[in-house]
């Protein structure tokens, strides 16, 4: 059995070499290509962690994968990463297992972060140019990446956290990108001054009021994947002119998008899907006054999308079985 590992993974471009396998993970949503069974969820809530088992097939694709994909909230007290997991590739022509991608979280990470970039890409004005991130966490550095590297602009970012401690030492592992970045600990005034805000957390309460939101904004709001989590007052996502959903089904029963259907405040009709944005069927942002939202709770394609473009470039995809990477 092959299996590659997270050093080998991480040395490959990913962020680039997988966005337009990401594009069309989303599209396959949209269009009947992909199997998507429902997500397997473990809660640990002793240990502030949870667990996702993510799997899917896309039509015509030479795997499908199953994921493990875990989440240690605590664990950066620790000195210790918060995500972990690992891809299971599968022929989907004879079953055999092509490849475990024992990536530790690291695919996970990347797809997200290519995920949360495109879609804010997709929905932002054409003038944005100063982006908030929320969080401090592995996710918030990702996103940052992720738009650094795939943006057709220059952009002006702003971390916050809850501590500048935590901030600055964003900052400070990005240091080897170019960027124009700061920190603060003042999350109303960078929600006020974005023209774009990716929220990246595990909050369990509404960290972003309607009434900081001016027209014209758009949010990403990644943080929200398990029941319970929320990092949106439920009165902004009903004032937003336009809901985008990555999986409409995830998203109103745990996503951003949950706490204010379970308060009758949108309905499914309202969530537009993200795929069929990208692929012209749907529009996004309709006016540069329209506030939008993009809850993405993360789908299985993603992942095949990924697994798919690390096997391709390592030249696994069709390597006869019992051959090593």
């Not at 929320?134 to 916050?160: E, H, M, N, Y």
């Not at 899907?273 to 692929?279: I, M, W």
Request: with cysteine; glycine share 8%; hydrophobic share 45%.
């Amino acid at each position: 059995m092959i299996v590659v590992g997270r050093e080998k993974l991480a040395s490959l471009p990913l962020l680039t070499l997988a966005a337009p396998a990401i594009r069309d993970a989303y599209i396959a949503v949209t269009d009947g290509r992909a199997n998507l069974p429902p997500v397997g969820y473990l809660p640990l809530s002793d240990r502030n962690a949870d667990c996702h088992i993510k799997y899917g097939y896309i039509e015509g694709d030479p795997i499908f994968v199953v994921k493990i994909a875990s989440g240690f909230y605590d664990n950066p007290a620790k000195g210790l990463p918060s995500s972990n997991g690992m891809m299971v590739a599968v022929s989907s022509q004879t079953g055999d297992v092509m490849a475990v991608l024992d990536d530790k979280g690291l695919l996970t990470d990347l797809r997200t972060g290519i995920g949360g970039a495109l879609a804010t890409m997709a929905l932002w004005r054409k003038d944005a140019r100063r982006i908030g991130i929320v969080g401090t966490g592995t996710q918030a550095r990702i996103q940052i990446r992720a738009l650094a590297a795939l943006s057709d602009r220059p952009l002006r970012f702003t971390v916050w956290g809850r501590s500048m401690e935590r901030a600055n030492a964003v900052l400070a592992d990005l240091e080897d990108l170019d960027l124009s970045i700061a920190a603060t600990t003042d999350l109303e005034t960078l929600c006020r001054q974005s023209d774009a805000i990716v929220t990246t957390t595990p909050s369990k309460e509404p960290l972003i009021r309607s009434d900081w939101i001016a027209p014209g904004a758009h949010i990403t709001a990644m943080g929200a994947d398990a029941p319970g989590k929320q990092e949106l007052d439920i009165a902004l996502v009903a004032r937003a002119d336009r809901l985008v959903a990555d999986l409409a089904e995830q998203c109103l029963d745990h996503g951003e998008f949950s706490a204010a259907a379970r308060a009758g405040l949108i309905q499914e009709e309202r969530c537009v899907a993200l795929g069929a944005t990208f692929s012209g069927a749907a529009e996004g942002r309709r006016s540069d006054r329209d506030i939008t939202i993009a809850d993405l709770t993360g789908i299985a394609t993603q992942d095949i999308a990924i697994a798919r473009t690390v096997l391709d470039e390592l030249g696994l995809l069709g390597r006869p079985q019992g051959t090593t990477a």
